[in-house]
């Protein structure tokens, strides 16, 4: 049997216990009775990732849930398959879930077009749609889902007392989740999202990608002030809600005024 490496209590994450990079971070949330697991990640790790649980001795059939942060391929690629390994049941936000059980490719990034990148994105049936304020019963432990849309339409976040798992809202070095007009982004509910972590009583942030950092307020609200400066610049597109630089132009243009370089 594998020694648990637990990362906090009742918090093992797979890429460490693995000890080597398996992709997106899948969290096992080990209830005493019961586990569940956030993300699978993709299907050619999905045998490890199932090797793995079995040598921390966690019986497959205790998995409670799997639990999809979202519906990107790299989160959700092996979810069908996992469901049908470990029979058990699959939940994620509404919005996620229509994308999933369709196996939806674009607004999943599983294919890009331009890029050459050509995934498969299996369609999985979620049992259970999980919104904003639902409690997930894990054995002894309470999961607490917060619904932090931006990044994509169906973003979750769970609350684990002083732990919140942040899924692809920020990262250990600020960054966030791809922001894109394809993808569902929205840099409005983006910025709440953050605010959102921001101010919560929380001590630690366990991302979706990277190592799990200190809560930082200053740190968030810098990545904050970032995603407010794009409301206002053409960097991300239609994401944007407004481009004053065209604006001034245009009324320039209109008022006959003539670029001065002095
Ligand atoms: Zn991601």
Redesign the pocket.
């Known amino acids: 049997m594998n020694r648990r490496k637990y990362l906090f209590p009742n918090v093992i994450e797979l890429n460490l216990a693995a000890g080597r990079p398996l992709g ?1 971070n899948v969290y096992l949330i080990d209830g005493g009775s019961e586990y569940v697991l956030l993300d699978v990640g993709m299907e050619d790790t999905l045998d490890e990732v199932i090797d793995l649980i079995r040598a921390m001795d966690f019986p497959l059939s205790k998995c409670k849930m799997l639990i999809a ?2 519906a ?1 391929v ?2 959700v690629q092996a979810l069908a398959s996992a469901r049908e390994r470990l029979r058990t049941k699959t939940a994620a936000h509404p919005k996620a879930a229509a994308l999933i059980e369709t196996g939806e490719p674009v607004q999943t990034y599983a294919v890009i077009a331009a890029q050459g990148v050509s995934e498969r994105m299996p369609g999985c049936k979620i049992d259970k749609k999980l919104k904003d304020g639902d409690e997930v019963k894990v054995g002894e432990l309470t999961l607490q889902v917060l619904h932090t849309p931006g ?1 994509t339409a169906g973003q979750l976040s769970f609350r684990l007392g002083h732990l919140i798992f942040s ?2 809202n920020i990262y250990a070095d600020g960054g966030v ?2 922001i894109d007009a394809h993808h569902g982004s929205n840099i409005p509910e983006f910025i709440a999202s953050l605010t959102r972590l921001r101010d919560a009583d929380a001590s630690f942030l366990l991302p ?2 990277g190592p799990p950092f200190r809560h930082d307020r200053a740190m968030i609200q810098a990545t904050i002030d970032r995603l407010t400066a794009y409301l206002r610049m053409p960097d991300f597109g239609t994401c944007a809600i407004e481009w004053p630089l065209e604006q001034q132009w245009k009324a320039d243009i209109l008022a006959g005024k003539m670029p001065q370089f002095e």
């Open positions: 997106v942060t979202h990107d790299d989160h990044h899924g692809d989740g791809v979706s990608h």
